[in-house]
């Protein structure tokens, strides 16, 4: 039985998610690494990040990770390149009994990890849940209906997680596919990107339509490559986060797309946006692509225009002048080997 959640990260995620567990009538603590953070949420009695949501007082704020000692879930809310730090001060501290809830999406950028295996790396017996889908923080926290799916090796934490957040406001589906969902999650960054790119530079709604049925297929090869089940890219955490975050002034990746389809330098559009969780991803995924042996033009040419100084119209021009193929060419489009686009 859940009661105590322990949320890690004070940024608009992390609290929209601890607004959700609130109105399941648990008791939430939120804690962050700065205690500056900390200090402004409760002064302003609202996230910066969340402007004009007001914070009830039963929502506990706070810098001392005293708070996942007596917790029964954890949910970890720090950006993907933070995970290791901060999964590294729970090892020896978090109760193996305590679920672990990853709300994060990305790749760790070392090695290129899931970010549930980094967290299986320093907590090998907790049961690790992954909680995805089409979600802007600025709407969970307002409690507009929204939909996710709860992904883990082990049926019952997924279960439990489904059964603890779930309300009629937010709908949870279990899965066992923890790699499909998790990677549908952090891939779709890369294509939000590209798809703030086409719009930056003024494309149409065609290109943006071409882009994400082409990018889905890319995310799902990879995803297959991987160990993932085909189905679960047309799912919540594949076709529907790819559908929201590529169509929404709330995601960052977009936006910092976006400046970059206009001319701004990458470094410049980081600086103005904050974490854009697809750029290091870009980099990430074209390892992985390359390691797997799977073709991923799009995220290719994301990747160029990333780190290789990349021109996004000469790019566009590369990825549209492809040698001619059917839709579907091979045995299947999600047979990763005899597909040579
Ligand atoms: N914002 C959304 O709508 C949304 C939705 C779904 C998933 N996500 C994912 O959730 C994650 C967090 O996103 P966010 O929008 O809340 O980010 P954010 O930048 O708003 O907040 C990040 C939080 O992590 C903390 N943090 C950063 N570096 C840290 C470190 N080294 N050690 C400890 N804490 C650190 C920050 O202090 C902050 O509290 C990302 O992976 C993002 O892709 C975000």
Known sequence: MIKKVAVLGSG???????????????????????KEEIDNILAAGENPLLKGIKLPKELKFTSSLDCVKDCDMCVVAVPSFAIDEVCGKLAGVIDSSVIIVSISKGFDKVNCERLSQVIERYLPENPIVVLSGP??????????PTALVSASKDEAAAVMVRECLSTDKLRIYSSQDIIGVELGGAIKNVIALCAGICDGMGLGDNTKA???TRGLREIARLGVAMGARKDTFTGLSGMGDLIVTCTSMHSRNRRAGILIGKGNSISDTISQVGTVEGYHAAGLVNKLAEKYGVSMPICKSCYKICYENGNPNEEIMKLMSRPNIHEDEGVSWWSVASEEE
């Not at 609290?15 to 700065?34: N, Y």
């Not at 979600?135 to 507009?144: N, R, T, Y």
């Open 135 to 144: 979600s802007h923080a600025e709407e969970v926290a307002l409690a507009i």
């Open 210 to 212: 071409a882009l994400l």
């Open 12 to 34: 608009g995620w992390g609290t929209a998610v601890a607004l959700a567990a609130l109105r399941c009538g648990l008791d939430v603590t939120v804690w962050s690494a700065f």
